[in-house]
């Protein structure tokens, strides 16, 4: 495409496939935009694309002078490069060439700080920032992501046009985007939405070990069921996914493709950042944790196989007890013991956002979170009209646990969730996030806890003193003299 002949609204740099799908997603929505990148040949790929997609206004650009000057001012453009060290080179490439006013917006996975600290640099230059939370993956970059915008708001007034039409559109709640807050608070909020999404795949993925292992479900069956449940309460993205792929043929051979799969999950941080920001922040996020812990589990292969084989020779097979279960049953066991466990999850992953939020005076706000994570976003799910709706009854909730609606969904199938576990458990089959989200659960409802003893063996050992329930105040007991003298 010939260079444009006047300014462009919008540029965008780094054309991996998530930068070139949201660069023709703007253009498709009326926004001519430059793009660039260090490798020419993707700039040429991206233009290219551009002409096949619709002839789209996209213009491509070699070198970093003539692709900034080519946008309108004040300029705006949007980096999606890989986390960490490629970020600041780009804005270092950039910066050279922009002016005071102009933007740069950062859409990558990045750790909240190093876009607080960005946002300062670019200050002392006169120029804005952004931190853009970007979920949806490669498919939601090219038709409708949800958007995590934090830091200037001024920034985010130059583009909040372009972006309320990028965003997934979803109906009776409008776009998937909103600004966030200040500072880190856009990369913070897609970080724990990563967290949360940690924990509903490794759930799904214990739904279905339980269902194949102990109920010896087909895939055809396991096709069937996740179809079915996407029809429901559990009507989400990972469940519709989940669906298509037991229905995949291995086109390399015989049977499923998801049975060919090795058993070793990947991961890029986030999910970490989470569960360490949890426990940074004294936020108890056992369904999130115990999803980190398995990935890590998992990628252990070759020991896990050294250790089969030492238990299998010991009479220890893969399924402990081979015993015949009502299919039908537990297939609605399981159903109600995954959503009961999500709501958990959510739970948790909302507490360390709100904590976040304190901490830092970002004023987030978590039911329009929930909004903007109804459409684009791989945790797009039904369930998120619930959590808004909970929130917007009462925006100061301590845990959507205590929310009406939810107490009384949990009440109506804890019976169930518990016997799922208890039938892994005895099957041998291990379901961490099922467990730790029961656990949080039976933890968070009772009004007393054997923390009593856990403080008076601290006290014990470290002098750490303790209160009492029946007196105010800060209280010490020389145990060990007493304990002594009791003795002899």
């Not at 980096?79 to 102009?102: F, N």
């Not at 390399?252 to 941080?269: A, I, N, Q, S």
């Amino acid at each position: 495409m010939a260079p444009p002949s006047t300014p462009t609204r919008i540029g965008l740099a780094g054309l991996a496939v998530m930068g070139q799908n949201l660069a023709l997603n703007i253009a498709e929505k009326g926004f001519p935009i430059s793009v660039y990148n260090r490798t020419t040949s993707k700039v040429d790929e991206t233009v290219e694309r551009a002409k096949l997609e619709g002839d789209l206004p996209v213009y491509g650009f070699h070198d970093p002078e003539s692709f900034v000057n080519s946008i309108q001012k004040p300029r705006v453009i949007i980096m999606l490069v890989k986390a960490g060290a490629p970020v600041d080179q780009t804005i270092k490439t950039l910066s050279a060439y922009l002016e005071k006013g102009d933007c740069i917006i950062d859409g990558g996975n990045e750790w909240y700080e190093n876009t607080e600290r960005r946002e300062k640099a670019m200050a002392e230059l006169g120029l804005l920032y952004l931190g853009m939370g970007v979920s949806g993956g490669e498919e939601g970059a090219r038709n409708g992501p949800s958007l995590m915008p934090g830091g200037s708001i001024e920034a985010y007034n130059y583009i909040e046009d372009i972006l309320l039409k990028v965003a997934a559109q979803v109906r009776d709640s409008g776009p998937c985007v909103t600004y966030i807050g200040k500072g880190g608070s856009g990369n913070f909020v897609k970080m724990v939405h990563n967290g949360i999404e940690y924990g509903d795949m490794q759930l799904i993925a214990e739904a279905y070990d339980v269902l194949k292992s102990v109920g010896k479900l087909s895939n055809e069956e396991l096709h069937n069921v996740f179809t079915e449940w996407n029809k429901g309460e559990l009507l989400s993205f990972l469940v519709e996914i989940t669906a298509d792929i037991f229905g995949i043929k291995d086109d390399k051979g015989e049977g499923y493709l998801v049975d060919k799969v090795l058993d070793k999950t990947g991961m890029k941080g986030t999910g970490k950042w989470t569960v360490q920001q949890a426990a940074d922040l004294s936020v108890a996020a056992p369904t999130i944790a115990s999803s980190l812990d398995s990935r890590f589990l998992s990628g252990l292969k070759d020991e896990r196989v050294e250790a089969a084989k030492v238990f299998k020779a010991s009479g220890f097979g893969d399924v402990l007890t081979d015993q015949v279960v009502d299919k039908a049953k537990l297939i609605d066991d399981v159903r109600q013991a995954l959503y009961a466990s999500k709501i958990c999850s959510y739970a948790q992953g909302m507490n360390l956002i709100r904590a976040k939020s304190v901490e830092k005076g970002w004023d987030l706000k978590l039911g329009e979170l929930a909004r903007i994570w109804k459409g684009g976003c791989i945790i797009r799910a039904i369930f998120l009209d619930r959590i808004k709706q909970a929130y917007d009854r009462n925006a100061d909730l301590a845990n959507l646990l205590v929310d009406p609606e939810f107490a009384k969904e949990i009440i109506e199938r804890q019976s169930a969730w518990r016997r799922v576990v208890c039938l892994a458990i005895n099957s041998g089959i291990s379901t961490p996030g099922m467990s730790s989200s029961l656990a949080y659960f039976d933890s968070y409802r009772r009004d007393r806890l054997p923390a009593n003893l856990v403080q008076a063996q601290r006290d014990y050992f470290g002098a750490h003193t303790y209160e009492r329930t029946d007196i105010e105040g800060s209280f010490h007991t020389e145990w060990f003299k007493i304990a002594r003298q009791s003795k002899y």
